[in-house]
């Protein structure tokens, strides 16, 4: 019973995984939302569909094997989708790995079943039906300390083969490297240079916008200065002060707008104050 119990605990290791590690997958390997919802949906159509079958297999072979089988396969599957960043095979690893998973509940019970008296399943179903709870706790928690501590690695490889005089392949040559960094270094090249796209067609918007608002700030101060200082043009006045205030406020937005885009070498100083290419 012990057996069993932890080997089905140990099922939910080679499925339950995924889930924790999908938003991670999803950012290194810049999957999109709809890619990522079809690697997560894959297991469940295989994995229903196995159910209907291997519960009709378990009563015509030796579910031991059958078990094993399910649970060895289910790890070499996991440890080839690790290896893998097509999207292609990591859903059709994921599709065997949910046929695979299936091996687990029905034989284990058939197992558990033809092994133990009546009276005996009787006192271990209960506690045989936490195995599960256990197993995917575990899985969760396991899955979350490798994903705070690791991370997922692009590996190129190339290989040759070998022949012999006669022409026959008799083996072969390869090699690998880690391409991590250097896509990294390429993702960050590429937004460097859309970055500076953004920062000139920043800058010549600015450019466009300054010079007619200066006009109207010239405007505004020569209207102010002509003004009489007299009961009769205080609305005026205010008027004249508050279209200042407002084009003095666009002008510290253009100049935000530059900062953002605009490294501080370009920064000039004029007349005691930052000019930002304007």
């Known amino acids: 019973m012990i057996l069993g119990w932890v080997t089905y605990a140990a ?27 079809a690697l997560a949906g894959a297991t469940l159509w295989t994995y229903a569909i196995g159910q209907l ?60 079943s033809a092994a133990l008296e009546p009276t005996q399943r009787q006192r271990i179903a209960g506690a045989f039906g936490a195995s599960y709870v256990v197993g995917n706790t575990l ?13 997922w690695r692009l590996m190129e490889d190339r290989s040759a083969p070998l022949l012999d005089p006669t022409g026959a392949i008799v083996g072969s040559c390869g090699a690998a490297r880690d391409v991590t960094d250097r896509q990294r270094h390429e993702a960050e090249l590429a937004m460097a240079e859309r970055m500076a796209a953004v ?47 407002g084009a003095t406020r666009m002008r510290s937005i253009l100049r935000d ?16 104050e930052f000019l930002h290419g304007v």
């Not at 790890?75 to 790995?97: E, G, R, Y």
């Open 199 to 245: 920062g000139t067609l920043s800058a010549s918007i600015v450019h466009e916008l300054n010079n007619p608002l200066m006009c109207v700030l010239a405007g505004l101060d020569q209207a102010l200065a002509l003004v009489d200082q007299s009961p009769e043009d205080a609305r005026l006045l205010e008027l004249l002060g508050e279209a200042r205030e």
């Open 53 to 112: 079958v291997n519960g009709w297999l378990g009563n015509r072979v030796d579910t031991r094997r059958m078990v094993l089988f399910g649970i060895v396969g289910s790890t070499i599957v996991n440890l080839l989708f690790a290896a893998s960043s097509s999207l292609p095979v990591m859903v059709i690893l994921w599709l065997i790995n949910g046929f695979l998973q299936s091996m687990g509940w029905g034989p284990v019970l058939r197992t558990l």
């Open 139 to 151: 899985t969760w928690a396991l899955t979350g300390l490798l994903l705070s501590t690791g991370q």
């Open 11 to 37: 099922f939910y290791l080679g499925r339950v995984n995924l889930a924790t590690a999908l938003p991670a997958i999803q950012v290194d390997l810049h999957f999109t939302p709809d890619e990522i919802s």
């Open 257 to 272: 707008l530059l900062d953002l885009t605009r490294p501080a070498s370009d920064q000039a100083l004029v007349d005691g």
